[in-house]
């Protein structure tokens, strides 16, 4: 018995120093960043789909040199076309494509193997899906932390960014977008996950959307792009 109770605690140690080990701490920090247009940086010059130039992931890859930063934003993408795959039913087709798609958030965690995920996908289910509800939203996000912690990922939560009222967000939607930040940094706080938050950024409603009354200017992108670096220094240390 004291002979199996020693080979037992040799077997503990060493596997506690493999881990100590494998845990390099000067390994590079390589970070996922999956979002909508808020992210992606698209907006509507009337009919056309542009970029602004540098996008809001540049924008964020240049101010964390020290982060490998990977865009998987995509216009119109949710939280639930993230975490199935597939079609992205507000997304915009890729040269060569018939219909815009996304590989999920699982998929890409496999594949890329990051340290971190950056996950701000709150905004377009409550903006325009009308059978959205906070309590999916909170299962969503719960179901993506499980999914990227069992992948050795560590995700951060962002909330959603503003958005004013009239074109083409109406001011159910508009509610449900503060419904959807708030849902977000409580499930982030119930789940020990940190939470970024960029509605903390000023907002002038008839100086900050672009003309197509959704999405933000470039100067807003770059003061949200701003706060959320900051933020992230914090949290990468």
């Known amino acids: 018995m004291i002979e199996a109770a020693i080979i037992i605690a040799i077997v503990a ?11 390099d701490p000067d390994a590079p920090l390589v970070m996922t960043v999956h979002g909508n247009s808020a992210l992606a940086g698209g907006w509507f010059d009337g009919p056309t789909l542009r970029f602004y130039d540098p996008t809001p992931v540049q924008m964020l890859a240049e101010a964390l040199p020290d982060v490998r930063v990977v865009d998987c934003a995509q216009n119109g993408l949710t939280f639930s076309e993230a975490m199935e795959g597939g079609p992205v039913k507000l997304g915009q087709p890729v040269l060569g494509q018939m219909h815009a798609s996304c590989t999920s958030l699982a998929e890409i965690w496999t594949d890329v193997r990051p340290t971190h995920a950056l996950i701000a996908l709150g905004e377009v289910e409550p903006l325009f899906d009308p059978d959205w509800t906070a309590q999916r939203l909170a299962h969503q996000i719960t179901d993506a932390v499980q999914q990227a912690r069992a992948l050795g990922v560590q995700p951060i939560l962002q909330g959603c960014i503003h958005f004013r009222a009239g ?6 939607g508009r509610l449900a977008c503060s419904v959807a930040d708030d849902v977000i940094q409580e499930t982030a706080d119930r789940l020990g ?5 960029v509605r903390c950024v ?3 409603p008839d100086r900050d959307v672009c003309p197509d009354g959704l999405h933000p200017t470039a100067d807003m992108h770059a003061r949200y792009s701003a706060e959320r670096a900051n933020q992230l220094r914090e949290i990468l240390q």
């Open 167 to 172: 074109g083409p967000v109406t001011p159910e």
């Open 193 to 197: 996950v940190p939470f970024i938050d």
């Open 202 to 204: 000023s907002f002038d």
């Open 13 to 23: 140690i060493a596997a506690v120093m493999l881990l100590r080990k494998g845990a």
